[in-house]
């Protein structure tokens, strides 16, 4: 049963008429049109659908749209400004090359923002344990390490 939502997404308040139980990764994408979050395993195992909910990186394939009613959720959308400056941890993914497929690049670089809001010098070790929700088949977790710390630094 379908009933208005309002959530409060990059900065601003959506209002959407949806099933409650409806999983948060498919109002972002299906009625707000944002496609920074991926669907990947729908089990919050991969990262693909990654957000920060009040600035926390956390998948949102299996939260319902209910439960994310009263949390800021900032999407990879969300991170640039609004002169369109990409954000520190996006702009040192660029330099650093820390992307090839693309399809994981969302869940690693919020787990990276999230993890930089919370300690803004890391570890290897520490980048290490905010990444292991984050998938990547291609292999660039050491250049995703380097631009993290690239970002931390700048």
Known sequence: MKRKITLKVNGKEHEVNVDPETPLLYVLRNNLGLKGPKFGCGLSQCGACMVLYDGKANPSCLMSVENATD????????????????????????????????????????????????????????????????????GVHPRVIKAVKKASTS
């Open 71 to 138: 949390m800021e959720i900032t999407t990879l959308e969300g991170l640039v400004d609004e002169e369109g400056n990409l954000h520190k941890v996006q702009q040192a993914f660029v330099e650093e090359q820390a992307a090839q497929c693309g399809y994981c690049l969302n869940g690693l670089v919020m787990a990276s923002v999230g993890l930089l809001k919370k300690n803004s010098n890391p570890s290897d070790e520490e980048i290490q344990a905010a990444l292991y929700r984050n998938i990547c088949r291609c």
